[in-house]
């Protein structure tokens, strides 16, 4: 599992579909135990300096500052502006940086905890096209930089680092054709300079706008759009066996464009995303125990804003 995280950080997305109505506020979500299930507190504890829907975050500075990069402020218009949020700054708004993204993509795919002062953008999607590109962000100096190796068109993936420099990415939009149930392995050489890619199997289904978690040696890859609907099922990936399974386990709601964490080593959280017909500003809480069975959770509360396509970032 990834460090034990107390508050899930949701940062930005949209109001409506279509990018429309780009959101300014952080959020601050914590699960406490009641008496009949769990209780959700959620309080805005922060204001982007641009709003963004689906931007890059990372994790930085012993988890004391979040990098958020990119993203769109209304429909097809990305922004390449990078900001840094101060997480012991509560309800202040994030700093503008003076530093720039090499090109502004939302919708990309990166790994909010990755471990290398090098963090890699992959893909996105940025005014009409999908990217094939890869952008380094360098958090010693905020520079960023693209690499001259492509990817496929990609957009609606996700990524994790599975080792230092090495990534599986999962689904996604590709080359502008069709949702892919393709898992990519992209393992980068020491300066993060270049990069291979192979090819790693194949999940049971095809997926794009999903959210996925680490636990230990497992991946949750959890609800998203498989091609033609938007879907409530949860895979769970296992990082040494390579094996795959769907989890009997459901969504309560059916949501992509969604975040999720797992919170206090024994929630996982899946909050807001987009239904297929409105945005969601519900909470859904499963309870992790041993074998990674997820027990669904009586919820009391939910986000103070309904939020589709924001970036969630666990701390």
């Known amino acids: 599992m990834n460090r034990a995280a107390k508050y899930l950080y949701v940062i930005g997305g949209c109001a409506l579909a279509a990018e429309r109505e780009p959101i300014r506020s952080i959020e601050r ?13 959620s309080e805005i504890c922060g204001e982007l300096a641009v709003p963004r829907r689906s931007p890059s975050c990372f994790l930085t500075e012993n988890r004391s500052k979040i990098l958020i990069a990119g993203g769109c402020i209304g429909p097809n218009q990305h922004t390449d502006s990078m900001e840094l949020f101060l997480v012991e700054n509560e309800g ?9 993204m090499n090109i502004g993509a939302s919708c990309s795919a990166f790994d909010v905890e990755s471990s290398s002062f090098q963090k890699p953008i992959f893909g996105g999607f940025e005014a009409r096209n999908c990217l094939d590109d890869v952008q380094i962000v360098d958090t010693a100096t905020w520079k960023c930089r693209k690499l001259r190796k492509k990817l496929p068109k990609i957009k609606n993936s996700t990524v994790v680092e599975v080792n230092n420099g090495e990534f599986l990415m999962f689904g996604g939009w590709e080359d502008e054709q069709r949702t892919t149930k393709a898992i990519r392995r992209i393992t980068f050489n020491e300066d993060f300079t270049d990069y291979t890619v192979d090819f790693a199997g194949f999940l049971p289904y095809p997926v794009e706008g999903h ?9 949750l890859l959890i609800g998203g759009f498989d091609g033609c609907f938007v879907i409530d099922t949860i895979i769970k990936y296992d990082l040494e066996t390579k094996k795959m ?4 386990t459901k969504l309560h709601e059916k949501r992509e464009n969604h975040v999720s964490a797992v919170l206090s080593e024994k929630y996982l959280v899946v909050a807001g995303g987009w239904n297929s017909r409105q945005s969601l500003d519900d909470v859904e809480v499963f309870e992790i125990s041993d074998g990674l069975k997820l027990t669904k959770c009586h919820v009391a509360g939910t986000l103070q804003t309904s939020r589709n396509r924001p970036t969630g970032v666990p701390i």
């Not at 202040?92 to 720039?100: A, D, F, G, H, W």
């Not at 959210?211 to 991946?219: E, H, K, Q, T």
């Not at 399974?245 to 009997?248: A, H, M, Q």
């Open 92 to 100: 202040e708004k994030s700093k503008l940086l003076e530093e720039t």
């Open 29 to 41: 979500i914590h699960v406490d135990k009641a008496s009949d299930g769990v209780k959700i507190t």
């Open 245 to 248: 399974e769907i989890l009997p």
């Open 211 to 219: 959210s996925c978690v680490r636990i230990g040696s497992s991946v």
